[in-house]
């Protein structure tokens, strides 16, 4: 069977590596999408089209993606406070909807598809001190040819877990209060979601973003609101995790919390660990000098 020269095939993957406007991908686009054109392929291989894979056949390196967080986008705990409460001031309704989802990413570290699915049966929510978060499911947003319901939002097994496994994540008394405050004020969805639109639906990406992005208008100055930071509503959980982490926490537990490994936190999160350097000297000379 004839397969396509090096030429045609490096120009396939060179096609992957800008976007429709003709500029250049991000490099986790990219990464991602040769990843879906080499089992295209491989699955070609299988249906006996093609003899081999041709692209085991090219020397093309994608471009490396950058893993580690830009401490420039990380919001400090005052920071934090002053954009949650700014977004209540979005719009009618959509924003005092969406604060305590904002507050889920930010004191929980949830990531946004976890707190879309959020349920009432989820949470513990004493009247005073800790409660805590038992994650099921996540609402990832998709379209509506890959989802089984042939709806946008679609629950599904959270990220990096087995199906039915859950996560356990306690939350701090200031986000025990938002979410009482919320479930008062709107109740939950027939289903027992506490996060979804007057009409009962789920917000896009692109609904929350913009509530997000006015936030920020809000709360910040304009140099802030030109600068990285809190740039997407998922920084409050880059932000969050930081906190932890250069509050002592441990590693693994933090991982524990955020639904990820030791080995990708420390990697992604290297860089967010302000002041630690001292004290890890310290600890050092201290056993040295024992």
């Known amino acids: 069977m004839n397969v396509a020269g090096p030429g045609v095939r ?3 993957l060179d096609a992957i590596s800008v976007t429709f406007a003709g500029e250049e991908a991000a490099a986790n686009t990219v990464r991602r999408k040769r990843a879906i054109f080499h089992h295209l392929l491989e ?4 249906q006996k ?3 081999f894979n041709p692209l085991g056949t090219i020397k093309w390196k994608p471009p490396k993606a950058v893993t580690a967080v830009d401490p ?3 919001v400090n705990p005052t920071q934090a406070k002053e954009l949650l409460n700014a977004v209540p001031r979005v719009g009618r309704t959509r924003g005092v909807r969406l604060k305590a989802m904002f507050a889920c990413i930010y004191y929980a570290g949830l990531r946004p598809e976890e707190a879309a ?3 009432v049966k989820n949470c513990t929510l004493p009247e005073s001190g800790w409660g805590l978060i038992v994650l099921e499911k996540a609402r990832p947003q998709g379209t509506k040819r890959w989802t089984n319901s042939g709806e946008t939002h679609e629950s599904r097994s959270l990220k990096h877990r087995a199906k039915k ?12 209060a938002i979410l009482r405050d919320h479930i008062k004020a709107y109740g939950t969805a027939e289903d027992g979601r506490l996060f979804r639109t007057s009409r009962g639906g789920s917000y896009s990406s692109s609904a929350y973003s913009y509530v997000w992005q006015e936030a920020r208008a809000l709360a910040f100055t304009e140099a802030q609101v030109n600068s990285p930071l809190a740039a997407r ?4 959980r880059h932000a969050a995790l930081s906190l932890w982490l250069n509050a002592g926490v441990p590693a693994a537990e933090v991982a524990l919390r955020a639904g990820n490994s030791v080995e990708i936190l420390n990697r992604v999160y290297a860089k967010c660990l302000d002041g630690q350097r001292e004290t890890i000297n310290g600890k050092i000379n201290n056993a040295l000098e024992e």
């Open 10 to 12: 490096a120009r396939a």
């Open 43 to 46: 699955r070609a291989v299988e």
């Open 49 to 51: 089209v093609f003899a």
């Open 72 to 74: 420039r986008t990380v």
């Open 117 to 119: 699915d959020l349920r």
């Open 165 to 176: 496994e859950t996560r356990e994540i306690p939350i701090p008394p200031a986000l025990v």
């Open 233 to 236: 509503p998922y920084d409050l």
